[in-house]
Nanobody
Framework: QLQVAESGGGLVQNEGSLRLSCTAS????????IGWFRQAPGKDREGVSC????????????VQGRFIVSRDNVSRDNTKNIVYLQMNSLKPEDTAIYYC???????????????????WGHGTQVSVSS
């Protein structure tokens, strides 16, 4: 059964760091993309970062230089993968629910965040105090 789940959220002070994890399991596609999205109260959901199974990455301008996305294959047959979002120099405006989502193709180029990601996690709250 395919599953996508985030973990690692919490409360951190301004300029602090957090690492989010996204575990995606139960699929055997050779090519895929995992995207990180966030939604702050009263705002639309926005794409934050993405990474493909070929390690192509992309970032929204507001997090470039502060966030780093990376990937671990924890099973040889590609049925379980973990994607990390290392968030440094966090600001209060980074406060949001963070979601990861999975798409069964390579799609981390320009405007990747407008594409239809098929499988979503339930989200994890990140709160940054000023």
């Amino acid at each position: 059964q395919l599953q996508v789940a985030e973990s690692g959220g919490g409360l951190v002070q301004n300029e602090g760091s957090l690492r989010l994890s996204c575990t995606a399991s139960g699929f055997t596609w050779p090519y895929y993309t995992i995207g990180w999205f966030r939604q702050a109260p009263g705002k639309d959901r926005e794409g934050v970062s993405c990474i493909t199974s070929t390690d192509l990455t992309n970032y929204v301008e507001s997090v470039q230089g502060r966030f780093i996305v990376s990937r671990d294959n924890v099973s040889r047959d590609n049925t379980k993968n973990i994607v990390y979002l290392q968030m440094n120099s966090l600001k209060p405006e980074d406060t949001a629910i963070y979601y990861c989502a999975l798409m069964p193709k390579l799609a981390c180029g320009r405007n990747w965040y407008t594409l239809s990601f098929t499988f979503w996690g339930h989200g994890t709250q990140v709160s940054v105090s000023s």
